[in-house]
């Protein structure tokens, strides 16, 4: 293909990611993108914002060289594997090693349409994230795949490319929505106009969802406290976490928030679980034995409070609380939340390449 039409196909794949960059469709670094041709693919670097994308900030995958991937038996411990995803990947690779790809790059590469859209959109999540989910989406997107939940990294795309695969064996065509649970939603089509009208279709539909079941669309957040109480919340907070590195801290009012994991981007930049009560070093203490981590969000009595290393760091975890809490309340149209697993999330906090992501946060 000609470099000016290579060109045309990375301005098209930025526009994308202004507009799926937003709140609405990601947090963080979350979410991915992706445009190929026979030879080439161009997908978003792990850890990268969508919104902050421009064309020479995708990595580069020599698709001919990514083949010996699918080729391989993958080593059954699961570090071992992921380690030698990573290096076979990085080999494929035409870019720099700063631009790292995404661990979902052979699942971008294994599905024909030239550009996937990989999305948590909030207002999608109410349904992937509930407990009768898969019969809503049966209702909603007959034309839709639904996968249960699996582990992100190479167990994701093999699966993925293997219910493809039997799809477009029984359907003749691959299918253009996959609804993954507890995660998030990809769209795969040829042109980008056809990616928006899918995203504006799914996201119509669902919001009449949430409107038949008099489910808000908004969180209800209290007000903040004030001032004084603030400023002592605060002050104390910041002799427990300072000495941790946690010096930085946002607020907001009590909402009603998640008991539990929702999706892999939740564990990634607010932890699994938060902290509940007033903190002191010793319950501090004790919650770091029992989790194995200093806590990213804190609820104590008319406050909830994010904390980072950062600024942006302790913006992203409030932020993340509120998403959670959020979806919470749009399951309810749908049979109630459906939390990670104890395994799921345990895989999420020792896996390298989550570790990676958050890391490169600023």
Partial sequence: MPIDDNMQLLQQLTSLCRRYGTDAYVLGGGGNVSVKNNVVMWIKPSGAFLKDMTPDSFAQIDRRRLQKLYQMTPPNDWTTREALVRETMASASNSPSSLRPSVETPLHDSLNARFVVHTHPTLVNGMTCAKDGAEVVKRLFPDALWLDYIDPGYTLCIEVRQ??????????????????????????????????????????????????????????????????????????????????????????????????????DHIVYAKTFPFVGEPTAESVDEFIR????????????????????????????????????????????????SYMSSRAYKFIEDWEAESYRSALLK
């Fill in 163 to 264: 219910a493809v695969g039997e799809y477009a064996r029984r359907h003749g065509h691959e299918p253009s929505i996959m609804f993954l649970q507890n995660h998030g939603v990809i769209i795969a089509e040829d042109t980008p106009e056809e990616v928006d009208r899918l995203y504006d279709d799914m996201i119509a539909k669902i919001k009449t969802e949430y409107q038949k079941a008099d489910i808000s669309l908004d969180l209800s957040v209290n007000p903040m406290p004030a001032a004084n109480r603030l400023a002592e919340a605060k002050e104390k907070m910041k002799q427990i976490f300072a000495n941790n590195g946690f010096a930085h801290m946002v607020f907001s009012g009590r909402f009603a928030y998640a008991r539990g994991p929702i999706t892999p």
């Fill in 290 to 337: 029992k989790h194995g981590y200093t806590p990213r969000v804190i609820i104590w009595d008319d406050i909830i409070a994010g904390l980072g290393t950062t600024p942006t760091r302790a913006q992203l975890a409030l932020a993340m609380c509120h998403d959670g809490a959020l979806i919470e309340q749009l399951a309810q149209a749908f049979g109630g939340i």
